[in-house]
């Protein structure tokens, strides 16, 4: 089991910048790829970002390239999503997920077993 609490969200103006935290917790971290996500009122829960167990392996969004950033800290459990030049269409609930037992990550929901309760971003035009 892999628990996960993200923190960081909240509100900015279009142009700002926010960097999301997740934190995890009951399992190994270091051997488990983890993924953003997010899901604005009324669309699906879309992939943003993934990163692999190592970290030297990540993928984006096509939206949010060249924007975001994902890290991750294995010594302290954590893994980041770095948010620059933030437009309102940006503006969602953000998840981090956790794909236990898998070198990469996943552009695809069910890929990942374990998800944060969520962090909202809003951004103001």
């Keep these: ?7 960081g969200g909240g509100l900015v103006q279009a142009g700002g910048s926010l960097r999301l935290s997740c934190a995890a917790s009951g399992r190994t971290f270091s051997s488990v790829a983890m993924g953003w996500f997010r899901q604005a009122p009324g669309k ?23 924007r975001f950033t994902i890290s ?5 459990n954590t893994v980041y999503l770095q948010m620059n030049s933030l437009k309102p269409e940006d503006t969602a ?17 069910d890929h990942y077993d374990h998800w944060g309760q969520g962090t909202q971003v809003t951004v103001s035009s």
């Design 72 to 76: 991750r800290d294995n010594a302290k």
């Design 1 to 7: 089991q892999v628990q996960l609490v993200e923190s």
């Design 44 to 66: 699906e829960r879309e992939f943003v970002s993934g990163i692999s167990v190592s970290g030297g392996s990540t993928v984006y969004a096509d939206s949010v390239k060249g």
């Design 93 to 109: 609930v953000y998840y981090c997920a956790a794909r236990p037992g898998f070198y990469s990550s996943s552009v695809y929901r």
